[in-house]
């Protein structure tokens, strides 16, 4: 072999070396997108430890798809994490066409757990909090995922360590207790009073209860302010 082949053929070897990977299958390419926008999606609510597993059902390949230059995909948005799609665009070619992936979704992620037993009517503390691994069927999940979605909330009922807590089993804190100290501020033509009384039922902010003067024994409707206070209940203007 001369010189001049030995060269020739050097630089064919170093040309294969360098030639440009074959494009990836489409079904790679959309599951590959739907996994990111899922964990965007979830990332965006808080969600902990995230893991998504996409196992697209099958398609037709088409090899002019794989090949576009300027493909644009887009995801479908949708709560549904069980079954997704991603759609692939290709508008520069002659024919402008769409291809659709349709995909089995699974998702897990680390919801909010009891690290202890919890009694009925007692606001959650971080202390009571602890996260367990589950599978989610959709975003708009009734699973509580976020410690702060938790902490300060009264249970309904009787928990259990372990559990894993649904929205429904949680309910705001009463702002004010049955008998409790409540203040009742009368405000009247820019004049401002404020009584003491004691609460005669559990009251959240907007609720409306009764309100005892300890001395006079007399009772008053008021509703429950955000700050615990009360404003009792406007009179009726007199008729005469």
């Known amino acids: 072999m001369t010189r001049i082949s030995v060269i020739a053929a050097c630089l064919l070897a170093s040309t294969r070396l360098v030639a440009s990977p074959a494009p990836l299958p489409l079904a790679t390419t959309l599951s590959d997108a739907l996994r990111r926008q899922i964990l965007a999606d979830t990332h965006e609510r808080g969600w902990r430890k995230v893991s998504v597993d996409i196992t697209p059902l099958p398609m037709a390949e088409d090899d002019a798809a794989r090949h576009c230059k300027t493909p644009v995909i887009r995801i479908p948005p949708s709560d549904n994490l069980l079954r997704r799609s991603a759609v692939l665009q290709c508008t520069q070619s002659a024919s402008p066409y769409t291809v659709t992936l349709w995909a089995r979704v699974k998702v897990s992620a680390q919801a909010v757990s009891l690290a202890s037993d919890v009694a ?27 410690n702060e979605d938790a902490v300060g909330f009264a249970s309904r009922h009787r928990l259990k360590q372990g559990q894993i807590l649904l929205k429904r089993m949680l309910d705001q804190p009463y702002t004010v207790a049955r008998g409790n100290q409540v203040t009742v501020v009368i405000k009247e033509e820019g004049v401002e009073i404020a009584l003491e009384g004691t609460a005669l039922d559990n009251g959240r902010t907007g609720d409306w209860i009764r309100v005892a003067n300890p001395k006079t024994r007399k009772q008053l409707r008021a509703r429950v302010n955000a700050d615990g206070t009360a404003s009792p209940a406007p009179t009726m203007p007199d008729q005469g």
């Open 120 to 146: 009925a009517g007692t606001p959650l503390t971080p202390a009571d909090l602890a996260g367990s691994d589950t599978t989610l069927a959709t975003l708009a999940t009734e699973t509580v995922m976020r």
